[in-house]
């Protein structure tokens, strides 16, 4: 009984808790750090869920109440009825408009993801077997981010999450992910910003966030892609815009496009 309590009020801390990362015995989703995860939570918590418990215990009721009322020694010659024209057309009604209630807010809530803002920041995320590589465009930025081995990780690095290069976004600046895959199908997932996307070969998927919050976000490829499907995390960096500015002036020299450089190279010989 004490075990079930623990587990209990653990489910109530961890929904309180920052959690920009799965937790240990977390129910429901991680805390929103975008304007976009907000409104899938508060869909979830406030509309779906209600709905889901309702259907639930009316289900049960009548499950419970056909069990006793028709049960074979209070009935001992059964109803040859086969239909109920009012039944039928309350069973068939009441779905649909459970259904309409459900799908307003949802669509409003997809069409907010898919109408991208004018974006501060554009970066590309490029899904491979079994890593992510990322270029910021307008940077002349490119760098490949593979998973630290467990080996290799520091005491505040979280298991088959941390990465050796991660994205660095500033922080309550509209970025624009433009995703795509080398070879098979990957997905880019940030449970904390409400974002997945599938990562396709051959074609580009566009997402977008606004991240609210300072933090590190850590995400996982969602798309079964091969037997390291596990093992490609998606780490994100939100910081101060002074810290990205930083951030930029060593990574246009540390992860440069080489076949830039080259073309500047050969602009500047002729």
Known sequence: MKKILIIISSFFVFLEALANQPKEWQLGFQNPASDGMRDIVNFHNNLLLPIIIA?????????????????????????????????????????????????????????????????????KAIGYQWYWG??????NIIFDSYMVEEKDLRADQPRLLAVDNEVVVPVNKVIKVLITANDVLHAWALP??????????????????????????????SELCGIKHAFMPITVIVVSEEEYQNWLSEARVKFAKEDIKNDKLKLASK
Not at 134 to 139: H, S
Not at 194 to 217: L, S
């Open 55 to 123: 259907i639930s215990v009316f289900v049960l009721f009548l499950m419970l109440y056909a069990c006793v009322r028709f049960r074979a020694s209070a009935n001992p010659n059964p109803s040859k009825r086969t239909h109920n024209v009012t039944v039928e057309i309350l069973w068939t009604l009441i779905p649909c408009l459970i259904l309409i209630v459900m799908a307003v807010p949802s669509f409003k809530i997809l069409y907010k993801q898919d109408t991208i803002p004018k974006a501060d920041i554009t970066i």
């Open 134 to 139: 990322y270029e910021y465009p307008d940077e």
């Open 192 to 221: 904390s910003f409400g974002v997945k996307r599938d990562a396709v070969p051959g074609r580009i998927n566009e997402t977008w966030f606004k991240a609210e919050k300072e933090g590190t976000y850590y995400g996982q490829c």
